[in-house]
């Protein structure tokens, strides 16, 4: 299974959302309960988040590899998960 880093920040309501969707999708589909998601508090680790490149919270990368930025969506977060169980 691939690495999954989820950046954002406190009070984020985007990123609130990220991860209620992220929750709500591991509940109802096995496979992706799975994943490990690490999660960065841009402002609490601002030298991981200088790291990698995005402007735009949440942004998820999969391996290393930006596949989400800005506005989540159920669609947006599947995606992303699928990424993370592609061999």
Do not use: W
């Not at 999954?4 to 009070?11: A, D, L, P, Q, R």
């Not at 609130?16 to 690490?38: C, D, F, M, T, V």
């Not at 990368?61 to 990424?83: A, Q, R, T």
């Amino acid at each position: 299974m691939k690495e999954v880093k989820m950046f954002m920040f406190e009070g984020c309501p985007h990123c609130k959302k990220a991860q209620e969707l992220i929750e709500a999708l591991k509940g109802r589909y096995i496979e992706y309960a799975q994943i490990n998601i690490s999660v960065v508090d841009e402002k609490k680790d601002p030298i991981t988040a200088d790291a990698y490149d995005y402007y735009y919270v949440p942004a998820l990368f999969v391996d290393g590899v930006k596949v989400h930025e800005g506005v989540p969506s159920e669609d947006k977060i599947k995606s992303v998960l699928n990424k993370a169980l592609e061999n």
